[in-house]
């Protein structure tokens, strides 16, 4: 057996410069096998002691080097390690074999590592993870960025309450049940948040974890505390019935073309307007005006008649169109095909038939744009319009327009259990993500298949996909109208074809001597009856 430690050179020791690193291992002989242990230490070259052996001290780095002292410190500390573990084997009536040796280094090693990360706190953890968020390194959308920011500020203002509530400072591994069902009741009763709101704080809080235990190898998971429900009771879906999509479709009074459009504006106090500009293939600049409320307003319909998110809407440009070879009624026609932007592998992208609606909007926003332009006006920054911009500006539309039609919001507590019930304005809960639930229901109304459905929103799971629609009464009326009614038919036509031929003759010997006046009609009833009953 043989331990000695050096310099582990990389590189022809005759081609380094005396200034030159090179990190200081331990070296372990048993039986003719060789490990070298890492002993964390750097020296250069010229401070570097060839001759250690020879000295009562044993230390191979020269007092040249300012850290001298430590760095010998730290190698003598490895060797007496590695002794400690050659002597337990012994004492256990086994070889100390290079491979036994480093099996128990590495075990060692993962305990130490363990112990160092079990000792760091949970908020400075989740400061790091909301910066991991945040880095480039997150592939992921800027609103679910934005979503997971919201969840880690709320989760680190419950943390620190409940640090100096209970005068302790949290470990991840504190955050079992008890500490999560307090964090939802906080939600629910001081924050006021939907039990929906609640189960994404959760969401989050799971995420991290998973990160936590990725980097840091911590163990410790979020689970939801038996007795909390977080969910919203399968509430009704709202969307804008066909005479609300078609008031808005006829609304012109936002028109820039309108030219009462100023005074109506005015009224609503909302008079801006949108520069949508642009250059073309042959790097000539284009710019058309329109009002903002114009914009929104044509947008909202577009994702009626589209059943896109608003994400694929504004991202959408002119050659994500693709025309038919065909044209109809002088109007080249064709899809909108485009891949989404919340789905990462997509084989092929989602397609959806242009219709009289979406066919003049497109008309519209596309003059005189290539392949490369967008579809809808961008800010002034060159920018998408902000979906929290865009929800703020359509409520108000759709109750200038009058689409305040009263609809059932409920209100769920806890443990799933309906807490109140009010009847608001359609207007005051309108959203982009109206007009996917909008477009599902009307298909739904023409009968469309499910499956044919699903392929043209993007849904890959029937169970995501049953959210955005409520089956209604008049859904099952609808479907049950015409059950057996075939077989019923059937049956008909089977009793009409068993009258032979010999009864065929007899009938129409009745209606002869009817139509001469022989036999009265009211026996000749009574006579044709008996014969095809």
Not at 505 to 529: A, F, H, N, S, Y
Request: glycine share 4%; proline share 2%.
């Amino acid at each position: 057996m043989g331990l000695y430690y050096r310099l582990d050179f990389k590189n022809n020791k005759n081609h380094l410069n005396q200034k030159d690193s090179a990190p200081v291992i331990i070296d372990y002989y048993y039986k003719g096998m060789r490990t070298k242990v890492s002993t964390g230490v750097v020296c250069q070259i010229k401070d570097w002691d060839d001759n250690w052996r020879k000295k009562t001290s044993k230390d191979p780095i020269k007092s040249s080097d300012k850290d001298y002292r430590d760095k010998n410190l730290l190698i003598k500390n490895k060797l007496d390690e590695i002794n400690g573990i050659v002597l337990t084997i012994k004492k256990q009536d086994k070889d100390p074999l290079v491979e036994l040796v480093r099996s128990y280094l590495r075990k060692d090693k993962r305990i130490k590592e363990v112990i160092s990360r079990k000792e760091i706190h949970f908020l400075p953890m989740i400061t790091e993870y909301e910066k991991w968020i945040n880095s480039t390194s997150y592939n992921n959308r800027t609103s679910t960025k934005r979503s997971t920011n919201t969840s880690i500020k709320q989760v680190r203002e419950y943390a620190s309450e409940y640090q100096t509530k209970n005068n302790i400072l949290l470990f991840p591994e504190d955050l079992d049940s008890d500490w999560v069902y307090g964090f939802c009741r906080w939600s629910y009763d001081r924050k006021g948040l939907r039990p929906s709101t609640i189960r994404k704080r959760m969401k989050a809080l799971t995420r991290f974890s998973n990160w936590s235990n990725e980097k840091y190898g911590t163990n410790f998971s979020i689970r939801k505390p038996d007795g909390i429900v977080l969910s919203d009771g399968g509430g009704e879906v709202i969307f804008f019935k066909r005479d609300e999509v078609l008031k808005l479709y006829n609304y012109d009074k936002y028109s820039i073309q309108n030219p009462n459009h100023t005074e109506v504006l005015q009224k609503e106090r909302r008079l801006t307007y949108i520069d949508d500009s642009w250059i073309d293939s042959e790097n000539k600049r284009w710019s058309s005006t329109y009002t903002s409320f114009e914009v929104y307003k044509d947008m909202l319909i577009f994702l009626c008649n589209v059943g896109c998110r608003f994400g694929d809407m504004v991202k959408m440009k002119i050659g994500d169109f693709d025309y038919d070879t065909e044209e109809i009624n002088d109007k080249r026609l064709g899809y909108f095909s485009f891949f989404m932007e919340k789905i990462k592998i997509q084989k092929e992208p989602v397609r959806v038939r242009i219709n009289r609606m979406t066919f003049e909007i497109w008309k519209k926003y596309s003059k005189n744009k290539n392949a490369h332009n967008y579809l809808f006006p961008r800010t002034k920054f060159g920018n998408a319009i902000s979906n929290q911009k865009y929800n703020s500006y359509i409520k108000e539309i759709c109750k200038h327009i009058g689409l305040d039609r009263g609809v059932r919001v409920r209100d769920w507590d806890l443990n799933g259990k309906e807490e109140n019930t009010s009847f608001i304005p359609l207007y005051s809960i309108v959203s982009s993500h109206i007009g996917r639930r909008t477009f599902i229901r009307e298909h739904i109304e023409l009968g469309t298949p499910i499956r044919s459905i699903m392929k043209m929103t993007g849904h890959t799971t029937q169970k995501v996909f049953d959210g955005y629609y409520n089956v209604l009464d008049k859904d099952i009326m609808k479907v049950n109208d015409g059950l057996f009614n075939q077989e019923l038919d059937q049956k008909k036509e089977k009793k009409s074809k068993s009258i032979t031929s010999e009864t065929e003759e007899q009938l129409k010997t009745l209606l002869r001597l009817k139509e001469m006046g022989t036999l009265p009609e009211d026996i000749w009833k009574e006579k044709v009856k008996q014969l095809i009953s």
